[in-house]
T-cell receptor, first 113, second 117 residues
Framework: GESVGLHLPTLSVQEGDNSIINCAYS??????FIWYKQESGKGPQFIID?????DKRQGQRVTVLLNKTVKHLSLQIAATQPGDSAVYFC????????????FGRGTSLIVHP | GAVVSQHPSWVICKSGTSVKIECRSL??????MFWYRQFPKQSLMLMAT?????????EQGVEKDKFLINHASLTLSTLTVTSAHPEDSSFYIC?????????????FGPGTRLTVL
């Protein structure tokens, strides 16, 4: 199922399902986006990034989609595993000298075995 | 490679005392490091951008006299919370960006949990 990160902060899925986490960003000048995974009590971990000249990028079991028209980003996780349980943040980056990231609210993904 | 450490991982202090948190890039040089604060179940809020050899750039609303940042070398930045109060209790996270290469990727530390009594 889908979750809009800003309105439904928790997404529960069954192991093996595909997960889709959504994020709306605010600044049309942002041109570089990153998804992070944060496990409880730890720092964020880089998952995948995408530049504004692309609309899709794939990694291992993850895909990021970017829709600049509506300023929307999504993270798709294929065959979700219990180890994927964490909070996922999108970060938009806008160049102010160098890239400065702004983190979105975050979505908690809970994977049930 | 690209490991960032923080010390301490957690600290409990009395109100009114100062606490120093270290952020180190272990296997790379970092001209730029970032300091974030994260309250429970909330997102990371950027506090300041720390540049080696120059003054930090603070985000709006962050008191630079309360949160002192020193980036004296290419592998170390420190954040000192001066005269800490219970409302400063939070999870403080640093990140570092490699000096070399074209990547904009940041590498995050494991965070420091500060509790002010």
């Amino acid at each position: 199922g889908e979750s809009v990160g800003l309105h439904l902060p928790t997404l529960s899925v069954q192991e093996g399902d595909n997960s889709i986490i959504n994020c709306a960003y605010s600044n049309s000048a942002s041109d570089y986006f990153i998804w992070y995974k944060q496990e409880s009590g730890k720092g964020p971990q880089f998952i995948i990034d995408i530049r504004s000249n692309m609309d899709k990028r794939q990694g291992q079991r993850v895909t990021v989609l970017l829709n600049k028209t509506v300023k929307h980003l999504s993270l798709q996780i294929a065959a979700t595993q219990p180890g994927d349980s964490a909070v996922y943040f999108c970060a938009e980056n806008r160049k102010r000298g160098s890239y400065i990231p702004t983190f979105g609210r975050g979505t908690s993904l809970i994977v049930h075995p | 490679g690209a490991v960032v450490s923080q010390h301490p991982s957690w600290v409990i202090c009395k109100s009114g005392t100062s606490v120093k948190i270290e952020c180190r890039s272990l296997d790379f040089q970092a001209t730029t490091m970032f300091w974030y604060r994260q309250f429970p179940k909330q997102s990371l809020m950027l506090m300041a951008t720390s540049n080696e050899g120059s003054k930090a750039t603070y985000e709006q609303g962050v008191e630079k006299d309360k949160f002192l940042i020193n980036h004296a070398s290419l592998t170390l930045s420190t954040l000192t919370v001066t005269s800490a109060h219970p409302e400063d209790s939070s999870f403080y996270i640093c990140s570092a960006r490699k000096t070399s290469g074209a990547s904009n990727e940041q590498f995050f530390g494991p965070g420091t949990r500060l509790t002010v009594l």
